[in-house]
Structures are given as structure tokens and as C-alpha cells.
């Protein structure tokens, strides 16, 4: 079993200098939007792969969401960009980018492997992780081939100190026991099972509970370089879905013969090596994603407090009721005079005919009007898009959080599912307008 297909979302946004002294992590961790939670990242990189009618397994780890892992496989059907799935397989919400390829290398038929990294700091003080998703189907190793994998279970104990076992994101713990104990004996392990040296790495990819440096690790295990992705704060698995980003993108960069190690640490570890595919050096094998640009949000916000109040009432009856047309999303199609229109209704509003019929709409289209709310009950004016969407019909909406601009007139957008509001202790997503690239 191999990587057939893979795709990646990281949020555009990126914590200022401000937030960055406050959580004491690196300016480069990803910040998912206000209303980007981790069904929408994972909905983002699920957009990247094509859609098949029939899935193999699915296989889903998602270390910080309020919707139930089957929940988030149902939307994402909804939405239209997955199939129906012969199981959903959970992952712990610790499991690394190594837990994954594990099981994915074991699997019986093709299936998809979904990692979301989405977590926030618990005070001030706490180091942050960034967020991401990939999205990654299984079958023929196009992309890359699952070479090895390798698994430690063990207790490695702080040996300057006794007493209780360190936290395991004490830096100097996790660059002398996590990295240089089980990092030296897991990479060793890796290498022998893929009939792998050093020579052959293009470089390894590390996650621990600690920032490393880099240049050192690659001179003590003889490689060109050693990453590390998610600004390198949190314990096992914070950053799975940048650890395989990284490491696809670093394959990618080093050609038909090359070979990248993945070491998720702590307490042991688990570990995989992968090899170019047929298809390694194409530009669509690449998973990464570009920043839009550098947004400030509030500390507040960052830290997951409500900065504005409870959205509308909603129940489970009507979230049922509307999910089919909203999340396609669905609107008619006359057949008396082919006009199109959204939402769904039993009569068509251009010439009262009806004689019509549900009809998918595209995501994509331009700017037609556009005003400003200043009365919706949020912390900042919002702004109300008008759509003409490529195929017809018109989409009414919110433009997302935080865009770089207001969107005018003519600019080139596309629909993205967002989190509209909360309530009665339920998500509700719906379609926000963004700019099209």
C-alpha cells in the first residue's frame, strides 16, 4: 500500500508578534480563522482530492472537535466531497502521521487517511501548535510508498533527576532522553527494516514536545537536514498533519530517488520512512499550501473565549431537515424557461412555473453586489455578498472572517464551508463567500 493521492489545508493566518510572546511559540504557527474549526480544515483538504462514488476505510484523527467522529464523516457526505465510506476507523487524538501509514500499510483495499491537527494553548503561557489538515487516499504509490514503519512503546525517565517522570515538553528531557535515546534507536530500526543508510535520506522529519535544533540533529544522525513542522510545541501527534505535509513536500523537492523519515516522539515513539512514487516530482503530488498573509486576532479569540454572542436558536429537526440542500448546496432548475435558483422551491421566482427540479450549484462564480452589516451581533461589521454562480443561480451570504480585503464588484470568488454559529449545543455550517485564489 502506498500514497495514490494526498492533499493539505493550513489555515492563511499566522500569530503576530504580540500573541507570539504571549503563547511562547514561533510566529510561523498556522491560526485557523474564527470561524474555521476542525471539520472545516478538514472539509478544506478533502476539496483537494477527487471525489469517488465508492471509499475503502476511512481513517480519521482529530485531536480537538465537538462533533462526533462519525458526525464529521456525515457532513463531510453532505458537502459532497466524500463517498460513503466502507467503515470509519478513529485514531487516538495523540496519534502521529506514523500511527496513520502504520495502519494505512495494513489495510486490505484502498481507503483514505484524514489528519487534523487543531488545537489551542490553555492560558497565556502555553505553547501553541498549528493547525493543518491532509487529506490522503491509499492504493498505488503515486505519491510516495510507505518503505517502513516502526513502532516504540517505552519509558524513557529523565536521568539528572529522580522522583516523578518529567513533563515531556521539558526541552532539555526531549532533546537528551525523547530525541537522543529513542530518536537514535526508532531511526536506526526505520533504516534497517527499508534496506535504507542515511545516505539515502533527503532528511527527517521530527515532532516532540520541544523546539530542536535542526543543524545539530542532522549532524548527529548524518543527514542533509532535520524539520520540524508545527512550530514544534505540544507532545505526540500536535503536529501530524504538518509532519506528513512536511515530509511529502520535502520527497517531492528531493526527486525520482529519495527518501524522508518521520519520527513522532515521546515515550518511545512510532516512526516511517517514505520513497518517491512514480509521480513524486509532479506538482500536483505537492501538499503544500500558501499563507494568505500575516492576521492579529485577539487573545480572547485565540484562546478559544467567545468574542460574540450565541447565534440563532437551532434544533437537530432542523439541522435534518436543511442539511441535503445547505451543504450540497442545492438549488432548482425551471424547466419551462431554465432558470436557476437557490435555495430550493417548489416555484420558480423568475416565471412561476412549476415544472421545476433540484439542481446542484457550483462554488464558484463573481461578485455581483455587496453591502456591509453593521447590526448582525458580531464583534466586527460583516459583510453580505451577492454571488452569480458559474452555472447559474445567485448565492446570498457572509464573506468569511478576517478576509485580506473587502471583496467588490467582479472579483472572482468561490463558496467554503464554514461554521456559521453555535447553538443549543450544536454546530451549524453553511457557505461563506472567499476569494477565489
Do not use: N
Not at 500511527?99 to 487534523?116: E, F, I, N
Not at 532528511?203 to 545539530?216: D, E, F, M, P
Not at 423568475?350 to 452589516?373: M, N
Request: with cysteine; proline share 7%.
Amino acid at each position: 500500500m502506498g500514497i495514490a493521492d494526498v492533499s493539505g489545508y493550513v489555515p492563511a493566518y499566522r500569530l503576530d508578534d504580540y500573541l507570539t510572546r504571549e503563547t511562547a511559540s514561533s510566529p510561523d504557527v498556522s491560526v485557523p480563522g474564527p470561524d474555521e474549526d476542525a471539520f472545516t480544515l478538514m472539509w478544506e483538504s478533502l476539496t483537494g482530492l477527487p471525489r469517488v462514488e465508492a471509499e475503502g476505510p476511512v481513517l480519521l484523527r482529530v485531536p480537538d472537535s465537538d462533533i462526533e467522529t462519525r458526525a464529521l464523516v456525515a457532513h463531510a457526505r453532505a458537502t459532497g466531497v466524500l463517498g460513503e465510506p466502507a467503515a470509519v476507523v478513529p485514531l487516538a487524538p495523540d496519534a502521529g502521521a506514523p500511527d496513520l501509514l502504520a495502519l494505512a500499510a495494513r489495510l486490505a483495499q484502498p481507503g483514505l487517511g484524514l489528519l487534523v491537527d487543531h488545537r489551542r494553548p490553555t492560558g497565556a503561557g502555553a505553547p501553541a501548535t498549528a493547525s493543518a489538515a491532509v487529506a490522503v487516499r491509499f492504493g498505488p504509490p503515486r505519491v510516495a510508498r510507505v518503505a517502513a514503519v516502526a513502532a516504540r512503546h517505552t519509558l524513557t525517565f529523565d536521568r539528572w533527576r529522580t522522583g516523578p517522570a518529567p513533563d515531556q515538553q521539558d526541552a532539555r528531557f526531549v532533546e537528551e532522553a525523547l530525541v537522543a535515546v529513542e530518536g537514535d534507536a526508532l531511526l536506526a530500526e526505520l533504516l534497517k527494516a527499508a534496506g535504507r543508510t542515511t545516505a539515502d535520506l533527503a532528511g527527517v522529519v521530527v515532532t516532540c514536545g520541544a523546539r530542536l535544533r535542526g543543524a545539530r540533529w542532522a549532524k548527529r544522525w548524518e543527514v542533509p537536514s532535520v524539520w520540524q513542522a508545527g512550530g514544534g510545541a505540544g507532545g505526540p501527534g500536535a503536529s501530524a498533519a504538518h509532519a506528513l505535509l512536511t515530509a511529502l513536500d520535502r520527497l517531492r523537492a528531493a526527486g525520482p530517488d529519495g527518501a524522508v523519515a518521520i519520527l513522532d516522539l515521546g515515550w518511545g515513539g512510532g516512526g516511517a520512512v517514505l520513497t518517491a512514487g512514480t509521480d513524486a516530482a509532479e506538482p500536483a503530488a505537492s501538499a503544500a499550501a500558501t499563507a494568505r498573509g500575516t492576521k492579529a486576532y485577539g487573545l480572547a479569540a485565540w484562546h478559544g473565549r467567545a468574542t460574540e454572542a450565541p447565534g440563532p436558536w437551532t434544533s437537530p429537526a432542523e439541522l435534518w431537515r436543511e442539511m441535503p440542500a445547505l451543504l450540497g448546496p442545492t438549488g432548482y432548475r425551471c424547466s419551462d424557461c431554465g432558470g436557476v435558483g437557490f435555495p430550493r422551491a417548489g416555484v420558480c421566482e423568475l416565471c412561476g412555473s412549476f415544472e421545476v427540479a433540484d439542481q446542484p450549484l457550483r462554488r464558484t462564480g463573481v461578485v455581483a453586489t455587496h453591502s456591509v452589516d453593521h447590526l448582525f451581533d458580531s464583534s466586527d461589521p460583516v459583510q453580505m455578498v451577492v454571488v452569480d454562480l458559474d452555472g447559474g443561480g445567485r448565492f446570498f451570504g457572509q464573506a468569511v472572517r478576517d478576509v485580506p480585503r473587502r471583496l467588490a464588484v467582479g472579483d472572482r470568488v468561490r463558496l467554503v464551508l464554514r461554521r456559521l454559529h453555535t447553538a443549543s449545543g450544536l454546530p451549524h455550517y453553511f457557505w461563506k463567500v472567499d476569494l477565489d485564489g
